[in-house]
């Protein structure tokens, strides 16, 4: 009996250190399991907020993306799309590398060509085939960290496109070609 015990004692020892080991090296890992991908989100205009993991075990969570489908709602039609899972990646990328894991500020997520063509009468960045109005693109702010090392941090993952609009204090990323501006 007493070797059973030895044996537990020491692999719960062996455990606990390979824990406070972990929360060292990794101390957001309570925040983002290595096996998941989580996002918080905020949205500006709505000011609605969704902490969900939408891929866990290898595989994208079904339930989660239609979250996030309605999250990233072109919220002046109150209609939805379903977003690119590349372009969520792509947000959870930036994310963790720059080690920005609190909640992200959304400005613009899906647009419909309605809205798409409204803003493009007031703004001459609007891009007519714009990829938000394929669920491709999504305007953000990640207010835990510098806008041009989130920038940086995007242009060197080179997952898509990134634009930088820092005067209006958000990037936009998308999962279409690996350009910027």
């Excluded at 004692?9 to 250190?17: D, H, I, T």
């Excluded at 959304?106 to 419909?112: D, E, H, M, S």
Aim: with cysteine.
């Amino acid at each position: 009996m007493r070797g059973f015990e030895a044996n537990t004692s020491r692999r719960a020892f062996c455990v606990g250190g390979a824990a406070l080991v972990g929360t060292a090296v990794l101390p957001e890992a309570g925040w983002c399991r290595i096996d998941e991908r989580r996002l918080k989100l905020r949205h500006l205009h709505t000011d609605e907020r969704l902490d969900v993991v939408y891929h866990a075990g290898g595989r994208y969570v079904p339930a989660a993306l239609l979250q996030i489908d309605h999250f990233m709602r072109d919220w002046r039609e109150e209609r939805a799309i379903k977003m690119d899972h590349r372009v969520l990646d792509f947000i959870f990328a930036v994310q963790l590398q720059v080690g920005a894991l609190g909640e992200c500020e959304i400005l613009c997520g899906y647009r419909t060509p309605e809205t798409n063509a409204l803003l493009r009468r007031r703004s001459s960045g609007v891009a007519k085939r714009s990829y938000h109005m394929f669920g491709r693109a999504v305007d953000l702010n990640l207010p835990q960290a510098r806008l041009r090392r989130v920038r940086d941090t995007a242009l060197d993952l080179g997952r898509g496109g990134v634009g930088y609009y820092p005067r209006s204090h958000f990037i936009h990323l998308d999962s279409g070609d690996v350009r910027t501006w």
